[in-house]
C-alpha cells in the first residue's frame, strides 16, 4: 500500500513539474515523493524541465531540492539533463545546470557531448556557454592562409581574425587523461566551428623570438605522411585558393590578435599544452563584446 501510494506521488510530481508548479513540488517532496523516478519516456524530473524554457524555474527548484544533475538516461531520450537542454537551446538552464556542477564531458548514446549536441543544432550561445565553462582557453586571433611563401610578402592580407577555443573531449573512461581538442571558429556568432584540431595528435611549433609578428603553428598528424604529401601535391598543381584550402587542412598557423601580443601568444601556446588558463568571466565577456563589434562594422 505505502509503495502504490510513493508510486502515485512520483507521477503527481511529473504532472506537476509539466503544470510548471512549484510550490506543488515542493509539497510532493515533503511528503516523500521521489526525485529519480522516470516517466514512460524514459526521463527523470529533471531531464523533463530541461526541454522547456519556460520551466527553468522548476528545474532550479529540483537541483535545490537534491536532484542529480547528472542523472543519465539510455535510449531516444537519452543523455542527461544538460545533453536535453543544449539540444533545445535552453541557454539559461544549460548555464543553470553548469553551475550545480553538471559534468559537460558525458557522452550519450551517439557519443556526443552537450556541446557537440548545441554545435550541431546550431545554437551559438549554449555553445558559447558550455565552452566557457570548460576552456584552457578562448579568444579572437588571427590565421594565416595561403601559400606560406607568400606570407613573408603580405601577412596582414594573408590573414583573418578567428574565434579560437581549446577544450577537452569527451570520454567513456574518465580515468585516462583528458585529451584536447582546438576548435576554430569563422566568427563569435558561429555555432559550428570550421576546424576542430585534435591536439593530441598534433604538433606544436612554438612561437618564434625576435620575429615581427610572434605565430604558432599547429601541424595536424592524424593523416598518414603519404596522405599528407598526396594532398600537397594535389593543392600545389591547382588553383591559388585550392592550394591555400589543402594546405590549410593540414597545418595552422596563428597569431595573437594585436600584432606583439605576446601574452596572448604564450597562453594560447600553454593551453595547447594542457596548461588552464585562469580568466576571469568578465574579461572573457569582454572579449566576446570586443568580437561581436568588430564583425558589425
Same mark, same amino acid.
Given at each position: 500500500m505505502g509503495q502504490q501510494q510513493s508510486q502515485s506521488k512520483d507521477e503527481i510530481l511529473f504532472q506537476e513539474v509539466s503544470n510548471n508548479n512549484v510550490e506543488g513540488i515542493k509539497s510532493l517532496r515533503r511528503e516523500g515523493a521521489g526525485l529519480e523516478g522516470v516517466d514512460k519516456l524514459g526521463r527523470t524530473p529533471l531531464i523533463l524541465a530541461c526541454t522547456d524554457d519556460d520551466l527553468y524555474d522548476v528545474a532550479k527548484t529540483l537541483l535545490e531540492l537534491g536532484s542529480n544533475v547528472n542523472a543519465y538516461r539510455s535510449g531516444c531520450n537519452g543523455g542527461t539533463p544538460l545533453h536535453h537542454a543544449a539540444r533545445r537551446g535552453l541557454v539559461h538552464t544549460v548555464k543553470l545546470l553548469l553551475s550545480h556542477g553538471a559534468k559537460p564531458l558525458v557522452l550519450d548514446d551517439e557519443i556526443q557531448t552537450a556541446l557537440e549536441v548545441a554545435r550541431a543544432e546550431g545554437y551559438s550561445?549554449?555553445? &558559447?556557454?558550455? $565552452?566557457?565553462?570548460?576552456?584552457?582557453?578562448?579568444?579572437?586571433? &588571427? $590565421?594565416?592562409?595561403? +601559400?606560406?611563401? *607568400? $606570407?613573408?610578402?603580405?601577412? !596582414?592580407? *594573408?590573414? !583573418?581574425?578567428?574565434?579560437?577555443?581549446? =577544450?577537452?573531449?569527451?570520454? !567513456?573512461? +574518465?580515468t585516462k587523461p583528458l585529451k584536447l581538442e582546438l576548435a576554430v571558429y569563422d566568427s563569435l556568432q558561429d555555432?559550428? +566551428?570550421?576546424? =576542430? *584540431?585534435?591536439?593530441?595528435?598534433a604538433n606544436l611549433e612554438e612561437p618564434k623570438r625576435f620575429q615581427s609578428d610572434d605565430s604558432v603553428m599547429i601541424i595536424d598528424n592524424s593523416k598518414s605522411p603519404k596522405c599528407m604529401r598526396q594532398? &600537397? $601535391?594535389?593543392?600545389?598543381?591547382?588553383q591559388a585558393r585550392r592550394w591555400a584550402q589543402v594546405d590549410r587542412?593540414? &597545418? *595552422?598557423?596563428?597569431?595573437?590578435?594585436?600584432?606583439?601580443d605576446t601574452k596572448q601568444l604564450n597562453r594560447f601556446s600553454e593551453a595547447c599544452k594542457g596548461v588552464p588558463q585562469v580568466y576571469c568571466i568578465r574579461y572573457i565577456q569582454l572579449l566576446e563584446l570586443r568580437y561581436f563589434t568588430y564583425v558589425s562594422l
Open positions: 550561445n549554449v555553445v &558559447r556557454a558550455i $565552452e566557457s565553462h570548460i576552456c584552457l582557453f578562448s579568444g579572437c586571433m &588571427r $590565421e594565416f592562409y595561403g +601559400p606560406s611563401f *607568400l $606570407e613573408s610578402f603580405a601577412p !596582414r592580407l *594573408l590573414s !583573418r581574425k578567428v574565434w579560437v577555443v581549446i =577544450v577537452p573531449t569527451g570520454s !567513456r573512461n +574518465p555555432a559550428q +566551428p570550421r576546424l =576542430v *584540431l585534435p591536439l593530441w595528435k594532398r &600537397r $601535391e594535389s593543392g600545389f598543381i591547382s587542412q593540414i &597545418r *595552422l598557423k596563428l597569431a595573437a590578435e594585436i600584432k606583439g
